[in-house]
């Protein structure tokens, strides 16, 4: 986490009450943000199991079928453990879909709530954080 004040890494905000650098009180997260968070850890997680699998249940097929090619009484047993590998990857991929998905959606409607907070009831613009007028009309933010 980054500290909202300064601008520092933070390196454990579950047990930080307060900022290392700067000293000032560190917001807790919500949780919804603590379960986007692990939502895209898991996905995550998920998609380099998926690509481990996949490439390694494809380096063990392609030189088999190699070998096979070059001559059909050669081929080693290797294709069934590699296919199911491949399929195993396939199947975690679809299986990932959901959390990537909440996780992207979740992160959209945090960024709309936080642009919605910074925005001109007057004119409509958005603003930076932390801005007490508006850049655009001059009128004060709520």
């Not at 642009?115 to 930076?128: E, H, L, T």
Request: glycine share 8%; charged share 20%.
């Amino acid at each position: 986490m980054i500290c909202p004040h300064c601008g520092d890494r933070i390196r454990d905000p579950g047990l930080d009450r307060f900022c290392p650098s700067c000293g000032k009180e560190i917001p807790h997260q919500s949780r919804e943000e603590s379960a986007i968070l692990r939502d895209r850890k898991v996905s995550i997680g998920l998609l380099m199991i998926c690509i481990l699998l996949i490439v390694l249940g494809l380096c063990f097929v392609l030189p088999d079928l190699i070998l096979r090619w070059i001559d059909p009484e050669i081929g080693t047993l290797y294709w069934p453990y590699s296919g199911i590998m491949v399929l195993i990857g396939v199947v975690l991929l679809l299986v990932r879909h959901p959390f990537a998905k909440r996780s992207r959606m979740a992160t959209a409607v945090i960024i709309e709530q936080a642009q919605a907070k910074y925005k001109c009831s007057y004119c409509g613009a958005v603003n930076a954080p932390g801005t007490l007028e508006c850049r655009s009309c001059g009128a004060p933010l709520k």
